[in-house]
Nanobody, 119 residues
């Protein structure tokens, strides 16, 4: 019954900003790492940003200094603030929840939201 729902995507001009939101339910949110992935046409899905259960963050080199990931455990929400957007940021963005144990991994995915950066 785990569920992730993204919102906030849309069309924006180069140099503009968007904030993506992901609402989580049906699992123990606070112990999962949360991430944002994206997939552009003809390309492999790539990890954009991740925030651990302890609050540590990591970013793809292509978005460092422009994107910020954050989480609110009380609201069970994760956000991706995207500034100085470029046409190459155009992709479907997916929210992911991840946890590992010695025996298996757990992954939940949202439905995706389209981000288009164009003049």
């Amino acid at each position: 019954q785990a569920h992730l729902v993204e919102s906030g995507g849309g069309l924006v001009q180069p140099g503009g900003s968007l904030r993506l939101s992901c609402a989580a339910s049906g699992f123990t949110f606070s112990i999962y790492a949360m991430g944002w992935y994206r997939q552009a046409p003809g390309k492999q899905r790539e990890l954009v940003a991740v925030i651990t259960s302890g609050g540590s963050t990591n970013y793809a080199d292509s978005v460092k200094g422009r994107f910020t990931i954050s989480r609110d455990n009380g609201k069970k929400m994760v956000y991706l603030q995207m500034n100085s957007l470029k046409p190459e940021d155009t992709a479907v963005y997916y929210c992911n929840a991840h946890r590992q144990s010695p025996m298996r991994s757990y992954d939940y995915w949202g439905q995706g939201t389209q981000v288009s950066v164009s003049s």
